[in-house]
């Protein structure tokens, strides 16, 4: 009667190509063309509506997403707000509701909860979005919450990964490789303080990075000031597990290909500064870190001048055909082709 | 530099209390009003939509929600879309949508996966359900599933928990208590099996009860029924935690009280053998067990008649008035409140 789950192991495929194997077999599935297209579902129930619906739902699990001996309870729950919208953010919707999952074990006070739900009441409130499920789960170790994000845009507005065309020029939004340096160093942080919990954590020169993991913001903002200059983006998706990742979803879905030049990626200073100090190369984290939360899209270059008047915004490449590939144009000009775990084979 | 969640467990309250004092804290929620007598969130960005956009997520914990001794995952594919799907049809919705986040550890093969989302799939092609979003992230330990159902109602279809009316009739669809005894069932023959691994289970009369347990279904059809024979209930909601407990939703959220008489309660004949066996009394179960995934609804009186051509309803109390509370009227015609753990003080 065991169910049999613990036979060998089958080869690890890359998370995207896993995801996509699945989505295979579905034969009345929108996620097998939407999905690998869009970063989240689109819910269209009547052809003539005017609005989509779209839906994104992330799962997060303590130890594998957090750390809760350095993730004030607050924070995550902004975070875990700020990470369900983020792909609802870059199919150009308007976030507007929430709903959260906990699963939690009795090591949680009610307290705990207020802290962890505060945080998403603050998200809420500054982003007008609104709380339309809550429930809480018994979770045997560790926390886990589910957390789904709703939101509204027309047809018109609607962004996939799929509309790059040959020449397009490559935007991100904000910086790249912050938040990944922020985690670093609160990893070496708690390792020090188990040697010796006297000690206390300095982390004065490192408040930016930190926010960035702990905090990343929608880059609602972004869209607001395309909008107001006529700009409108070709394609667009998030920045979640690195520019690499995010480039090559575009690429794929637009069967495009591209160069992205290494000395055009946005690095803050203390970023940089501080992986130095931590003898990693800046260039690796922007590519391949996770957890920015930017958003990467291309443009039409007629659309370059209307650009500059956006702030946060960097050029950081441009749309090839499909037989290039996707590569990286190193400082010493050199060609290297683009990977990502995502895509691993 | 910890956070402080390891402080002593405030006294727990029912899940309900719980997640309705998290939810007051919100102010510009629509949970406070909305989940309190709906099943779901209803997403609604257009005041002029005709159609309303309902979502319901759900997280599947392992050996919370599931144990994969003998749960086989095809089946547990099932079940987490028919009860992510359960509160979308306790509003007469139709479900169109699922997203699936999975947590699997490297315990979990590829083709365990696709067990899994096998189980998922036939529920879409059953169904007429799209898959629209699916994501797989690591886990320590165990299986987490989150599963987000949507779904569409017109504003006129739409039912809530607040429509209850004195002298409504309260009807239940199919029987009760089943799934807690196939459960039950389950959890005896493992520990057989742990004790001596070269015993063979002996199902073989209780195959309704564990499908009941393991493969529970939505129940659109009586929502089909309903339409067809021009019923339009005054309240609904889902059958998840007991009967107790979903009147009792029905009852505050409609400001009502209500008689249920024990001799009235659907318990399948297999069903109350078995538990007759277990030494268990059925009345409980039906009222407190769990994962019926029924519906509860009332009717005006008027729509009596009618309800006699639809099968597998059953009417088993009415509606009083509120000072009169919750009542179980037992078969010697005692008068016992109504008790339910997720209205724990």
């Known amino acids: 009667m065991t169910?049999?789950?613990?036979?060998?192991?089958?080869?690890?495929?890359?998370?995207?190509?896993?995801?996509?194997?699945?989505?295979?077999?579905?034969?009345?599935?929108?996620?097998?063309?939407?999905?690998a297209v869009n970063a989240?579902?689109?819910?269209?129930?009547?052809?003539?509506?005017?609005?989509?619906?779209?839906?994104?739902?992330?799962?997060?699990?303590?130890?594998?997403?957090?750390?809760?001996?350095?993730?004030?309870?607050?924070h995550l729950g902004y975070k875990m707000a700020t990470v369900a919208a983020a792909d609802i953010v870059a199919m150009n919707g308007l976030p507007t509701g929430l709903n959260v999952s906990l699963g939690v074990s009795n090591r949680f006070s009610l307290e705990a909860l207020e802290e962890l739900m505060g945080g998403v009441r603050i998200f809420c409130k500054l982003h007008k979005v609104k709380l339309l499920q809550f429930e809480v789960n018994t979770s045997l170790l560790g926390l886990v919450a589910s957390v789904s994000a709703f939101g509204e845009a027309t047809?018109?507005?609607?962004?996939?990964?799929?509309?790059?065309?040959?020449?397009?020029?490559?935007?991100?939004?904000?910086?790249?490789?912050?938040?990944?340096?922020?985690?670093?160093?609160?990893?070496?942080?708690?390792?020090?303080?188990e040697a010796d919990p006297n000690t206390q954590?300095?982390?004065?020169?490192?408040?930016?990075?930190?926010?960035?993991?702990?905090?990343?913001?929608?880059?609602?903002?972004?869209?607001?000031?395309?909008?107001?200059n006529?700009?409108?983006?070709?394609?667009?998706?998030?920045?979640?597990?690195?520019?690499?990742?995010?480039?090559?979803?575009?690429c794929n879905a637009s069967h495009v290909g591209c160069d992205i030049y290494e000395g055009k990626l946005p690095i803050d200073l203390i970023t940089f500064q501080t992986l130095k100090e931590l003898d990693i190369v800046a260039t690796t984290i922007a590519l391949n870190g996770g957890e920015d939360y930017e958003l990467l899209f291309t443009i039409a270059q007629k659309d370059y001048d209307s650009l500059?008047?956006?702030?946060?915004?960097?050029?950081?490449?441009?749309?090839?055909?499909?037989?290039?590939?996707?590569?990286?144009?190193?400082?010493?000009?050199?060609?290297?082709p683009l990977t990502a775990q995502e895509f691993a084979e």
Chains 1, 2 share one sequence.
């Open 3 to 35: 169910e049999d789950v613990n036979k060998t192991l089958t080869t690890p495929k890359g998370k995207f190509a896993l995801e996509q194997h699945i989505k295979k077999a579905f034969d009345n599935i929108d996620c097998q063309e939407v999905a």
């Open 155 to 193: 047809p018109e507005k609607l962004l996939t990964r799929t509309g790059a065309k040959e020449n397009d020029l490559i935007c991100v939004t904000g910086d790249l490789a912050s938040a990944y340096t922020g985690l670093v160093l609160l990893e070496r942080e708690k390792k020090t303080f």
């Open 201 to 228: 954590p300095d982390f004065d020169n490192y408040h930016y990075v930190l926010e960035r993991y702990l905090k990343p913001e929608p880059r609602t903002d972004i869209l607001n000031a395309l909008a107001d």
């Open 230 to 250: 006529n700009i409108a983006p070709t394609a667009m998706t998030v920045v979640d597990n690195g520019l690499a990742a995010a480039v090559m979803h575009i």
């Open 308 to 336: 500059q008047k956006i702030k946060e915004v960097s050029v950081v490449g441009y749309v090839k055909d499909y037989n290039s590939g996707c590569n990286l144009v190193t400082n010493d000009d050199k060609l290297i």
């Open 40 to 74: 989240c579902g689109v819910v269209v129930a009547e052809e003539k509506k005017k609005e989509k619906t779209l839906c994104s739902s992330k799962l997060f699990i303590e130890n594998i997403h957090f750390d809760l001996t350095y993730f004030p309870l607050k």
